[in-house]
């Protein structure tokens, strides 16, 4: 039922590559988020954005930077992984920014960085 | 500080039995409050949600939640547990601000006995 798709599901990759985790939500909405997810801890936003070109930091520091060119895309890039990063990542979308308005999850990516 | 607190990390019920998963939150405001359920390999997916009014509010899935104010809590409930009903279920707070954002606990991970 999910309109909000990640890929990959899973990613293992190797110190200081390159990675972007791909976010993409077919529901026109314009506000999306990346939040982080650790087994047995609290789910953490890292990024969100109100709309094209629109991105700003969250509560919890990452090292992860974040586009939005296209309403429906919200990639995270990581520059060079490490294996602090080893988390999994979740996306989420909603229709307005209030709190009338549910958050959409994607299935997420879990990410190890060897 | 805004909080979440879900003291059950994990909770094993049988199949037919009642449920009920705590969660107690700290915001000196009136609190939004909401319930996710996270399958394995799956994102979140809204259960229920309290702004204002009645105070046992009903979700999907046939649960529901009690809003008490006088202990800061917001307890999910469910008469009769179904096998399909293991997962992993986090509460959250919602807090007004510069970009209304959820906070969410650590989450409670349930498993069902046949």
């Known amino acids: 039922e999910a309109d909000i798709y990640q890929t990959p599901r899973y990613l293992v990759i190797g110190t200081g590559k390159k990675i972007t985790l791909e976010c993409s939500q077919t529901?026109?909405?314009?506000?999306m988020y990346w939040y982080q997810q650790d087994p047995g801890m609290e789910l953490h936003l890292i990024h969100y954005s109100y709309g094209v070109n629109s991105t700003e930091k969250g509560d919890l520091s990452s090292e992860s930077t974040v586009s939005r060119i296209r309403t429906e895309h919200f990639p995270l890039t990581l520059e060079s992984a490490r294996p602090s990063h080893t988390s999994q990542y979740l996306c989420?979308?909603?229709?307005?920014?209030?709190?009338?308005?549910?958050?959409?999850f994607g299935n997420g990516t879990r990410l190890t960085v060897t | 500080a805004q909080s979440v607190t879900q003291p059950d990390i994990h909770i094993t019920v049988s199949e037919g039995a009642s449920l009920e998963l705590r969660c107690n939150y700290s915001?000196?405001?009136?609190?939004?409050l909401f319930w996710y359920v996270q399958s394995p390999g799956q994102g979140l997916q809204l259960l229920l949600k309290y702004f204002s009014g009645d105070t046992l509010v009903q979700g999907i899935k046939g649960f529901e939640a009690e809003f008490k104010r006088s202990q800061s809590s917001f307890n999910l409930r469910k008469p009769s547990v179904h096998w399909s009903d293991a997962a992993e279920y986090f509460c959250a707070v919602g807090v007004s601000g510069g970009y209304n954002k959820l906070i969410f606990g650590a989450g409670t991970r349930l498993a069902v006995h046949p």
């Open positions: 915001y000196g405001a009136t609190p939004y």
């Open positions: 989420a979308s909603s229709e307005q920014g209030g709190f009338n308005s549910p958050l959409h």
């Open positions: 529901m026109g909405h314009d506000k």
